[in-house]
């Protein structure tokens, strides 16, 4: 069973930044995916931004530019730095990790997602 915590959520006006992180805990052989994900009120959750273990990454076109994916293999934590932030950045977001908890045994873990609200 692997766990994502998150953290970092909160207000910040419009152009303002923000730093989101998801620290995973249990039993991890490997890592394959990790991503963050939104959903604003009323709207489909969407993918933002996407980090592979050969260190491909992957942006919404919405947020290319002014998002930023990394981790720390580690602690095995991903982040989030938003810069720039936009209203329509508004939304809960959640962290996604993909891997293997043994040889075999596919995980495929949430976190309980954290509220960003940008201000105008």
């Known amino acids: 069973q692997v766990q994502l915590v998150e953290s970092g959520g909160g207000l910040v006006q419009a152009g303002g930044s923000l730093s989101l992180s998801c620290a995973a805990s249990?039993?991890?052989?490997?890592?394959?995916?990790m991503d963050w994900y939104r959903q604003a009120p009323g709207k489909q959750r969407e993918l933002v931004a996407q980090l592979r273990s050969s260190g491909s990454t992957n942006y919404a076109d919405s947020v290319s530019g002014r998002f930023t994916i990394s981790r720390d293999n580690a602690k095995n934590t991903v982040y989030l730095h938003m810069n720039s932030l936009r209203p329509e950045d508004t939304g809960v977001y959640y962290c996604?990790?993909?891997?293997?908890?043994?040889?075999?045994?596919?995980?495929?873990?949430w976190g309980q997602g954290t509220q960003v609200t940008v201000s105008s």
């Open positions: 996604n990790v993909i891997g293997y908890s043994t040889y075999s045994r596919r995980f495929d873990s």
């Open positions: 249990g039993t991890i052989f490997r890592v394959d995916v």
